[in-house]
């Protein structure tokens, strides 16, 4: 097989874009489960939010693209751009539905229980209207600029996701001219609700909206005239950069120039307040060049992104999950010295439930040791006030051969990346980007040590990203070895994407875009082989996302030769599972939970061998042909149980947060029986974080 759709009937696939909105349902259900704290379930409706966000920036602007193209060719589940469009309008609309009802009649009321209000401004009392006046003169009114819309002041351009209003107005102004309408766009650099005084909310926490104090007083902006009314509005752009191969002669300048347009691309989605009326939405959608169901009304903030914060301003921890302490693995406790204890051994890092910390410790500790010589690291994503960072720019200085493989198009990480390459560049490191047209995805870092006369090298291999905050947030592993030919395999990639030339044999780490798919598809079909000579055939895969037709078609094949399949896919899923004849061997589900599922394990039972492999790659057609990734083996038969014990199985029982996914598409939440949750995030907790405190 190779790469692209297998003669397969469109019947065999589900709709990608479909996939993400059932994800994001999964999501909302966590905002209405009671067993999460309140604080919490306010979050889950806020990353609700910034999905959507990307969804329409990413996938959405691509849909629409595809119609503006006329592009007939089908996706793989058949249907065309403009029935998968209006599916997606269908169902991202009722998503957003009750994501609203739910904050107007459950989260905010049960905040209001506890003494967290958002006060709307028909209820403010004298002292509180004073006070929000006296805020809105004081920081607001001095940096705002109204726009009143007439011949020489036309429609403006308006940031991607900024908030905005609509002021609709009657009069003449000083120069005798009228306008119907004017625009006023909300700073930026406001917060998007402000906690009052205690003495003036009458509540321990009490918060107004920003959008509240500019309607209460946007007239101050209009003198003489009348305003007859105030609507909130914002708009969601195409923000998928591209950079044109044959123009490019250096990717950085040419990212730089392409990010000051991000804000400022074709427009796919406008959310406006519910009490907006027809003629103005309908004026907003000229506007933008958008149809009727582009249009979202909501009953509530246009951005609940912003509401995030809430929870780092409220001091209650019993309305939020329990802190914990990330454990330590003991050979990491016994020694110091990172590589001493690597040397002993092979150590595996299980995060959030262990900390990230031993990745800087070791990265700090070659920068400052003499014996480093070189150190090689690729940056995806990372904070951008991150200490491994640092600790390159300090390696750099200290004289050390640095060389960082930075990916210049992580999308909405690329101004960051610039950034911290122009930095790495400033003290002496090798900065490369890569190879355009192929994202450099794998996470490795590669440390070169003279030791007793001779080079050793020592190496760290993730599924996630060097990314110390997220690394509290995200479930991932990462590996540390000596191990000379897995750090062979890691510097022939390194040296693949600083130099030129073909790729050399690696010994074995699978390699995309030139060796994962094929082998994932060997390991696949060398399960059903073995099912069909009557053994036990056992497949169990963890990743994010699976989209790839072949891999799909492949562990059809495998399904029907026997092999017992199960797929543990936190995101998108367009392989249908439990059909007769298809798929009858595969169960697909969905953990949802406090931290977001990142892992990517992937385990053939292979006639009792068990192969295990973790990696940076998810099953998707990106990840195999157009970028750089690495699956690596583990091989110590200890440390393979481990990761099955902790990565695989909990997840394969969890009746808590887990979601089974039906043939259609469509996900059921598991129940428990007997009243015995088994909640796989909780146990891992318990059996990492809690004991390595002990």
């Known amino acids: 097989m190779t790469a692209g759709n297998p003669a397969a009937p469109t019947e065999l696939f589900l709709n990608r874009e479909l996939g993400l909105l059932e994800f994001n349902r999964r999501v909302l259900a966590q905002a209405e489960d009671s067993d999460n704290p309140l604080l919490e379930r306010l979050k889950f409706l806020c990353i609700v939010s910034s999905n959507l966000d990307e969804?329409?920036?990413?996938?959405?602007a691509w849909v629409k693209e595809n119609i503006r193209m006329n592009n007939a060719r089908p996706a793989p589940d058949g249907l065309s751009a403009q029935s998968a469009f209006q599916r997606i309008a269908h169902d991202t609309h009722q998503i957003v539905e009750r994501q609203y009802k739910i904050l107007r009649e459950v989260v905010l009321p049960a905040l209001e229980q506890e003494g967290i209000v958002f006060l709307r401004r028909t209820i403010w009392n004298e002292a509180q209207r004073a006070w929000v006046r006296d805020y809105f003169f004081r920081e607001l009114m001095p940096v705002l600029t109204p726009i009143g819309l007439d011949s020489a002041h036309p429609f403006p351009r308006l940031l991607n996701k900024s908030l905005n209003f609509a002021i609709e107005l009657e009069g003449r102004d000083a120069f005798g001219r009228e306008s119907g309408i004017a625009i006023v766009q909300a700073p930026r650099i406001f917060p998007r609700f402000i906690r009052l005084p205690d003495e003036i909310s009458g509540h321990p926490y009490g918060f107004v909206f920003l959008s509240s104090i500019l309607h209460a007083h946007v007239d101050e902006l209009f003198?003489?005239?009348?305003?007859?009314?105030c609507y909130q509005f914002r708009v969601t752009r195409d923000s998928d950069l591209s950079v044109d191969d044959e123009d490019v002669k250096d990717l950085r300048a040419a990212l730089q120039g392409e990010l000051s347009e991000r804000q400022f691309g074709d427009a796919v989605r406008l959310e406006v307040a519910d009490n907006c009326p027809r003629h103005i939405s309908d004026f907003l959608l000229e506007q933008f060049g958008m149809?009727?169901?582009?249009?979202?009304?909501?009953?509530?903030?246009?951005?609940?992104?912003?509401?995030?914060?809430?929870?780092?301003?409220?001091?209650?921890?019993?309305?939020?999950?329990?802190?914990?302490?990330?454990?330590?693995?003991?050979?990491?406790?016994?020694?110091?010295?990172?590589?001493?204890?690597?040397?002993?051994?092979?150590?595996?890092?299980?995060?959030?439930?262990?900390?990230?910390?031993?990745?800087?410790?070791?990265?700090?500790?070659?920068?400052?040791?003499?014996?480093?010589?070189?150190?090689?690291?690729?940056?995806?994503?990372?904070?951008?006030?991150?200490?491994?960072?640092?600790?390159?720019?300090?390696?750099?200085?200290?004289?050390?051969?640095?060389?960082?493989?930075?990916?210049?198009?992580?999308?909405?990480?690329?101004?960051?990346?610039?950034?911290?390459?122009?930095?790495?560049?400033?003290?002496?490191?090798?900065?490369?980007?890569?190879?355009?047209?192929?994202?450099?995805?794998?996470?490795?870092?590669?440390?070169?040590?003279?030791?007793?006369?001779?080079?050793?090298?020592?190496?760290?291999?993730?599924?996630?990203?060097?990314?110390?905050?997220?690394?509290?947030?995200?479930?991932?592993?990462?590996?540390?070895?000596?191990?000379?030919?897995?750090?062979?395999?890691?510097?022939?990639?390194?040296?693949?994407?600083?130099?030129?030339?073909?790729?050399?044999?690696?010994?074995?780490?699978?390699?995309?875009?030139?060796?994962?798919?094929?082998?994932?598809v060997a390991a696949i079909q060398r399960e059903a082989a073995i099912a069909r000579a009557g053994r036990r055939a056992v497949i169990i895969a963890k990743m994010n996302s699976l989209l790839e037709p072949v891999i799909i078609q492949t562990l059809y094949d495998a399904s029907n030769a026997g092999v017992t399949i199960h797929l543990i896919v936190r995101g998108v899923c367009t392989l249908r599972p439990g059909i007769p004849g298809l798929s009858e061997n595969i169960r697909v589900r969905s953990i949802i939970g406090r931290f977001l599922e990142h892992t990517r394990v992937f385990y053939f039972f292979n006639d009792g061998a068990e192969d295990l492999y973790l990696g940076s790659a998810d099953w998707m057609g990106r990840n195999f042909f157009r970028r750089v990734e690495v699956a690596f083996p583990i091989f110590d038969r200890n440390t393979k149980r481990r990761i099955i014990r902790e990565g695989l199985r909990p997840y394969l029982v969890d009746n808590a947060q887990a979601w089974e996914m039906q043939p259609d598409g469509r996900y059921k939440r598991k129940q428990s029986r007997n009243g015995k949750p088994r909640h796989a995030q909780a146990m891992l907790l318990s059996e990492l974080a809690a004991k390595e405190r002990d």
């Open 55 to 60: 969804f329409f920036e990413v996938r959405v």
């Open 223 to 229: 003198p003489g005239m009348t305003m007859k009314g």
């Open 291 to 520: 149809e009727s169901d582009d249009l979202y009304r909501v009953d509530g903030p246009v951005n609940l992104v912003r509401l995030m914060n809430v929870p780092d301003q409220v001091d209650r921890p019993d309305l939020k999950f329990a802190p914990f302490m990330p454990g330590t693995p003991k050979e990491l406790r016994k020694h110091s010295d990172m590589f001493a204890a690597i040397r002993h051994g092979d150590i595996v890092l299980h995060h959030p439930f262990q900390s990230f910390t031993p990745v800087i410790d070791l990265l700090q500790q070659a920068a400052r040791d003499p014996h480093v010589v070189a150190v090689k690291m690729t940056v995806y994503r990372t904070s951008s006030d991150s200490a491994l960072m640092e600790a390159l720019i300090e390696a750099a200085r200290a004289g050390k051969e640095v060389t960082a493989v930075v990916e210049l198009m992580a999308r909405f990480d690329e101004e960051a990346n610039i950034n911290w390459a122009a930095k790495l560049e400033r003290v002496g490191a090798h900065v490369v980007y890569g190879v355009y047209g192929y994202k450099t995805h794998a996470k490795m870092l590669l440390i070169v040590r003279r030791e007793e006369g001779r080079l050793k090298r020592y190496c760290h291999l993730g599924t996630g990203n060097y990314h110390p905050r997220t690394a509290k947030l995200y479930t991932d592993f990462g590996l540390f070895s000596c191990n000379e030919e897995k750090c062979a395999d890691v510097n022939n990639i390194f040296m693949q994407l600083t130099g030129m030339g073909n790729p050399g044999q690696l010994k074995h780490l699978w390699q995309s875009p030139f060796t994962m798919h094929s082998s994932m």
